[in-house]
């Protein structure tokens, strides 16, 4: 079967192809998949994706042998299932594999800006070791918002209990197990926001989940709160968290995600022939830019999976998914 790995890193294929074996013919490229280079691997049979890759229709029309869309990652927001539906395409994820990875980067985000670490570290890089920043906050005794109590929301409560903080949390569908758990509690969305000194987001991106954190929200917050994002970037209404910043209702943000992450990474993209320069595109564009430079936001490029560990079950996970799938047997198969 011909497999082609997108946004790929040759190392990693290499000991791919040395572990599916002979049945499977790897091709691979460091670029991300979108419709402009989609058509020079137009043969696959399976095509595995990783973060910043467009599997739109406008894409999926170029495979016309595709079975099978092994995405490296949980998310699959970036995949017209309706499209793969129709034409008898399998997507499969991996469901578990950065718990601790994304929770730890969430609480790095956070410790950072509690402590003004990064105004800090500049400023003995420029040797003025008499540097005094703003004062920072301790985390002991903080509440924490967790919206979201999937895996890594989960593990984000237990970091949060070993920082001394207490929590309250949001979720559609609330644990029963969770519920048991001393110095947590779950709350309304509305009520949480109220309640919590940090809020932090642990939820996929869905309709539902779309402008989930906006200018209503923001008003909702504790003044001088800090929010936490390493979940979707479209969660949160970028206006609103600019408007909530610039008031100074909100005293920080650390995030890991951004509405128009595939346009920062190609901002090129936005004059090629067929783009989509629509107005709501570029106000986007312009304001994920604004937050770069606002003094109380930290941002790093969807970094949170980052970490050897998380990389090794990521394709440990898809390479049983390619298997599974040949064997007829999908696994991890998105509804």
């Known amino acids: 079967m011909k497999i082609s790995f997108f946004a790929a890193n040759d190392t990693e294929i290499a000991a791919a192809a040395a572990a599916l074996g002979s049945d499977f013919a790897v091709s691979s490229t460091a670029l991300p998949l979108d419709a402009h ?3 020079n691997y137009a043969d696959s049979e399976i095509v595995s994706t990783f973060v910043g890759c467009d599997l739109s229709k406008a894409v999926l029309v170029q495979f016309p042998k595709l079975r099978l869309i092994a995405v490296r990652a949980t998310g699959y927001d970036n995949v017209d299932l309706e499209y793969c539906k129709a034409h008898g395409i399998v997507v499969s994820t991996v469901p578990a594999y950065g718990d601790a990875t994304v929770a730890e980067h969430a609480f790095a985000l956070l410790l950072a800006l ?18 005094v920043p703003a004062r920072g906050f301790e985390l002991r005794d903080k509440v924490l918002g967790v919206v979201g109590t999937g895996r890594i929301g989960r593990r984000a409560i237990e970091m949060a209990h070993g920082f001394g903080m207490k929590v309250v949390a949001f979720d559609a569908f609330p644990s029963t197990e969770l519920k048991e758990t001393p110095d947590f509690r779950y709350a309304s969305l509305p009520d949480l926001l109220s309640a919590a000194d940090i809020v932090t987001l642990h939820v996929p991106a869905t309709p539902e989940t779309t402008g989930l954190i906006g200018d209503r929200e923001f008003d909702l917050m504790k003044p001088g709160a800090v929010l936490i994002n390493t979940a979707r970037g479209q969660v949160v209404d970028t206006p609103a968290l600019i408007r909530a910043l610039s008031s100074g209702r909100l005293g920080g943000a650390g995030l890991d995600v951004l509405p128009q992450e595939p346009l920062l990474r190609r901002e090129d993209a936005l004059f090629k022939t067929g783009a989509a320069e629509t107005a709501p595109v570029l106000k986007d564009v312009v304001a994920d830019h604004t937050l770069t430079s606002h003094p109380n936001v930290l941002i790093t490029p969807h970094n949170a999976y980052n970490t050897v560990e998380a990389f090794q ?20 198969r998105v509804a």
Request: charged share 20%; glycine share 12%.
């Open 313 to 332: 079950r990521i394709m440990d996970t898809t390479l049983d998914n390619i298997r599974a799938f040949a064997g007829g047997a999908p696994a991890n």
């Open 37 to 39: 280079i989609a058509g």
């Open 114 to 131: 509690s402590r003004h670490l990064v105004a800090c570290v500049e400023a003995t890089r420029r040797g003025e070791f008499g540097y």
